[in-house]
Structure formats: C-alpha cells, structure tokens
C-alpha cells in the first residue's frame, strides 16, 4: 500500500502546528491591516495636527484634541500589543517546527512551502490560484491523516492554477504590477521566464513553476493573453483542454508542513474532482504514456484514500456537477478492493 498512517502523536503534532499557525496568521493580518504605516504629530501654521500615513500618502485625522490624542494612543499600543504577539507566535512556531521534524512530519518541499505562503500574503490563494499536480497529493494526504509514499509524491514542478474569471483587484498592488514572476523572486531570485510570453519560470536548481489556465469552451475563436501582473515580461498562463473541470470544482484549504516543519496553507481541488481528473488524463492516448501510468496511479489512490478515510466526501455529490457524469461513473472502478490497513510490526527502531 503507497502509503501509511499517522500515529496518535503525529496527528496531535500536526493539529498544534496548524492551530498555532492559523493563530500567527491571524496576529501578522491584524498588524498589517489595522497597524499599518505609521502616525505621528504634524505642525501646519503653527497648530498641531494627527496625521496617518498608509499606502504612500498622508492623511490629517484632525487638529490635537482629547480625542486625536486618544486615537493615536490607542494606534501606538495596539500595535505594539500586535507585535508582541506576532513575535511570540513565530518562536512558538519555530520550536513546534523542531519537534515536526524530530517526528519525521515535514513533507513539502522548502521552496513550494515558501512559494504558497507568498501566493497567501499577495492574497492570490482561492479564488484566483490554486495548486494542482502531484503538488496536490500533500494536502490529500494531510485530509485522510496518512503519509503517502516518498516516490510517488516527487515531482520537480509546481502546477498553479489560474482562474481568469477572478477579481484580482484585491491582490497586493506590488504584485498587481510585477506579477507571478516578481512576487517568485522574493522567494528565489533566480526564478526567471522561459521563453518569451512564457507560463514557465525556472530557478537555478531547474525548480519549475507552471502557470496554467481552462483551454477557452470556443477553440477557434482567439482568446487574450492571461497574466496576473501587468509587467509585460509576467507568467502567460498556458490554455489546457480540461482544467475547467477542476476551476469549477469546489475547492479545499489544507494547511502541510514543509520539510523544515514549518506550516503553509494551500488550495486545491476537492479530492474527487482530483481523482476523476486524473483518471480521465490516464485515458487520453495523446497524452505521453509515463504521464498516464502516473496520473492512473495517483487517480486509483486518492480515490481510495476518500473511500477510506473521507467517506463523507460520495462521489454522486452534486457539487461535482462540473464534471461529466460520464467521469463521474468511473469513480467506482478507481477504488481498490484492498481496504486492509498497514502496519509496522518491526522490533527496532529506523537506525
């Protein structure tokens, strides 16, 4: 079986990282939001003013009075308050890092953690991007509370999944201009496009990043170049034949551990939607034929890892409306007839 289950530890483990995570997430947003820029006191002819300064522009919040004097005050306290809790959440997530990976819980790699939590802080998370590919396979994982195979979860790439009918007016508005590609090189500055108008950037260690988008319902007619940000030289998301299935499936938050322990959140498409898609790419005979082995594997275990440990989750439900019925049907024969569960009856440790 191409994979195992998580002991009562680990799961306790795993659950306290994420509630700690979600508690510093909170922290930072309040920091950045209520607390942002600064505010101080102004002299304008010869009188005392209140002044906020945010997003590049100062603002007057009045004359000095009881009650400007109050609210900066409370602004001045307030954040420092914030501060104090953002700093003892991130230590407290620093040591609960150390003990995930004494506990071997860490599974993402590094560098796709640090891209996901990039993609959250630009606010280009659910509904304008999310994570699909092997990539994928952490978070389903992390759903049925086992650990999937090592070989099966390898991948060199990461596949975003670019919904186009989003808004994107409230992403960061420096990745609003700089795109996918900028906000990659905060993460490694060695990301670089391939190709031009290319959907693929490249760091130095060949790590790859695939922007990709539903190929239009109209194959003739011409359809706009798709980008995030508006620098000419962005990610151009390239057109696929059936990832319109996935954009409108119901998706998923699933917070995963990187490989160092530390937590990111990511977005993906309802498992099921995953295991049909993929059941169906195993079918195409265009499609290369190492390609469709792996995508029939990893559509024969997901479907299993929802039969067993997601049963709530019935592949009849109509919040799969999005997907073919004649794809729907299959999802019988992706299910294994094995349902034993795996255990490790070894006298010594892993030396």
């Given at each position: 079986?191409?994979?195992r289950?998580?002991?009562?530890?680990?799961?306790?483990?795993?659950?306290?990282?994420?509630q700690?995570?979600?508690?510093?997430?909170?922290?930072?947003?309040?920091?950045?939001?209520?607390?942002?820029?600064?505010?101080a006191?102004?002299?304008?002819?010869?009188?005392?003013?209140?002044?906020?300064?945010?997003?590049?522009?100062?603002?007057?919040?009045?004359?000095?009075?009881?009650?400007?004097?109050?609210?900066?005050?409370?602004?001045?306290?307030?954040?420092?308050h914030?501060k104090?809790?953002?700093?003892?959440?991130?230590?407290r997530?620093?040591?609960?890092?150390?003990?995930?990976?004494?506990?071997r819980?860490?599974?993402?790699?590094?560098i796709?953690?640090?891209?996901?939590?990039?993609?959250?802080?630009?606010?280009?998370?659910?509904?304008?991007?999310?994570?699909?590919?092997?990539?994928?396979?952490?978070?389903?994982?992390?759903?049925?509370?086992?650990?999937?195979?090592?070989?099966v979860?390898?991948?060199?790439?990461?596949?975003?999944?670019?919904?186009?009918?989003?808004?994107l007016?409230?992403?960061?508005?420096?990745?609003?201009?700089?795109?996918?590609v900028?906000?990659?090189?905060?993460?490694?500055?060695?990301?670089?496009?391939m190709g031009?108008?290319?959907?693929?950037?490249?760091?130095?260690?060949?790590?790859?990043?695939?922007?990709?988008?539903?190929?239009p319902?109209?194959?003739?007619?011409?359809?706009?170049?798709?980008?995030?940000?508006?620098?000419?030289?962005?990610?151009?998301?390239?057109?696929i034949?059936?990832?319109?299935?996935?954009?409108?499936?119901?998706?998923?938050?699933?917070?995963?551990?990187?490989?160092?322990?530390?937590p990111?959140?990511?977005?993906?498409p309802?498992?099921?939607a995953?295991?049909?898609?993929?059941?169906?790419?195993?079918?195409?005979?265009?499609?290369?034929?190492?390609?469709?082995?792996?995508?029939?594997?990893?559509?024969?275990?997901?479907?299993?890892?929802?039969?067993?440990?997601?049963?709530?989750?019935?592949?009849?439900?109509?919040?799969?409306?999005?997907?073919?019925?004649a794809?729907?049907?299959?999802a019988?024969?992706?299910?294994?007839?094995?349902?034993?569960?795996?255990t490790?009856?070894?006298?010594?440790?892993?030396?």
């Amino acid at each position: 079986m191409p994979y195992r289950e998580l002991d009562d530890e680990q799961a306790r483990q795993l659950i306290n990282a994420e509630q700690v995570f979600d508690a510093y997430r909170a922290a930072r947003s309040t920091l950045q939001s209520r607390f942002a820029g600064s505010m101080a006191w102004k002299t304008v002819d010869g009188r005392s003013y209140l002044y906020r300064f945010k997003d590049g522009v100062w603002k007057s919040l009045g004359p000095r009075s009881e009650e400007t004097e109050a609210i900066h005050q409370r602004f001045v306290d307030g954040r420092s308050h914030a501060k104090m809790r953002s700093t003892s959440l991130a230590q407290r997530l620093n040591r609960i890092a150390a003990v995930s990976r004494a506990q071997r819980l860490g599974r993402m790699p590094v560098i796709a953690a640090r891209i996901l939590r990039a993609l959250s802080d630009a606010r280009l998370t659910e509904p304008v991007v999310a994570t699909v590919g092997t990539n994928a396979l952490f978070a389903y994982e992390r759903m049925a509370g086992v650990q999937i195979d090592e070989a099966v979860l390898e991948t060199a790439d990461f596949d975003l999944l670019y919904d186009a009918r989003a808004s994107l007016k409230l992403i960061v508005p420096e990745v609003a201009a700089s795109g996918v590609v900028g906000l990659l090189r905060k993460v490694d500055h060695s990301f670089e496009v391939m190709g031009k108008r290319g959907f693929r950037a490249a760091n130095r260690d060949g790590y790859i990043v695939d922007l990709i988008t539903p190929a239009p319902k109209d194959p003739i007619r011409p359809s706009e170049a798709r980008q995030i940000g508006r620098d000419p030289d962005d990610l151009v998301a390239v057109e696929i034949f059936g990832l319109a299935w996935l954009v409108n499936s119901p998706k998923v938050r699933v917070t995963v551990l990187d490989l160092r322990g530390y937590p990111a959140e990511m977005t993906v498409p309802d498992p099921r939607a995953f295991a049909l898609h993929k059941a169906w790419l195993s079918g195409r005979p265009d499609r290369n034929p190492e390609k469709r082995r792996r995508d029939g594997a990893q559509a024969r275990l997901i479907a299993e890892l929802v039969a067993r440990y997601l049963p709530h989750l019935a592949f009849d439900d109509p919040t799969l409306g999005a997907l073919p019925k004649a794809l729907r049907d299959q999802a019988a024969t992706l299910t294994s007839a094995d349902t034993g569960r795996e255990t490790n009856d070894a006298l010594e440790p892993d030396w």
